[in-house]
């Protein structure tokens, strides 16, 4: 089999790569051209694409964890990133990341650069309920899924403050929600 000619970026292997899935000539071959990206998206499609995806409409929780920092303060960076890279793996295993069958779904996460309790970290943060954990290393992470997101029990010995967001905050959003709908 003959090998394709390939410039430095290995623009003309990937043409002839295209061309043979879609049967046709290569770009740069006597005839045609093909477009190696793909129709860009309005703004608005590709934000109701991950909307959709991501199940932005279906999140139960949404935890933030100091992660990443511009300066690490209540961790080191590290360890901060091994906790992040715990939360994001475990969550993917248990489908806690997706809509499932047993109800305690979706739970979304962030990486915050800065929570700013930065002490006794990586520091962080569930909502709606509104629990500050300390120490969020990956064996206390674990304790945290299974107590607190699976078992709906704060792991106390590891909470540093409990402040569920205000009653206010729902009824705004039940008001937006009706409004959304009705308008709809
Ligand atoms: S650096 Fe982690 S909370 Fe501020």
């Known amino acids: ?12 292997s990937l043409n002839s790569v295209y061309a043979k899935i879609n049967g046709s000539k290569a770009l740069g071959s006597e005839s045609q051209n093909y477009p190696l990206t793909q129709p860009k998206l309005s703004a608005p499609t590709i934000m109701a694409n991950n909307v959709q995806s991501l199940g932005l409409n279906q999140i139960k929780r ?31 295993e248990l489908k806690l ?27 962080m943060v569930i909502y709606p309920d509104g629990v500050w954990y300390r120490q969020a290393k990956p064996s206390v992470i ?12 704060v792991v106390e010995e590891y909470a540093i403050t409990i402040h569920p967001l205000p009653e206010t905050a729902h009824s705004v959003a039940k008001d937006l929600e009706k409004k959304n709908l009705s308008s709809g």
């Open 97 to 123: 990341d997706k809509k499932n069958s047993y109800g305690s779904s979706l739970i979304f996460r962030t990486k915050a650069n800065c929570l700013r309790v930065c002490a006794d970290g990586p520091i």
């Open 62 to 92: 949404h935890i933030f964890l100091c992660a990443d920092q511009t300066k690490p303060k209540c961790c080191s960076k590290q360890a901060s990133l091994e906790s992040w890279n715990y939360l994001k793996r475990r969550l993917k």
């Open 1 to 12: 089999m003959q090998e394709d000619k390939t410039d430095s970026n290995g623009i003309s």
């Open 142 to 153: 674990e304790r945290i899924i299974q107590e607190h997101l699976i078992g709906n029990k």
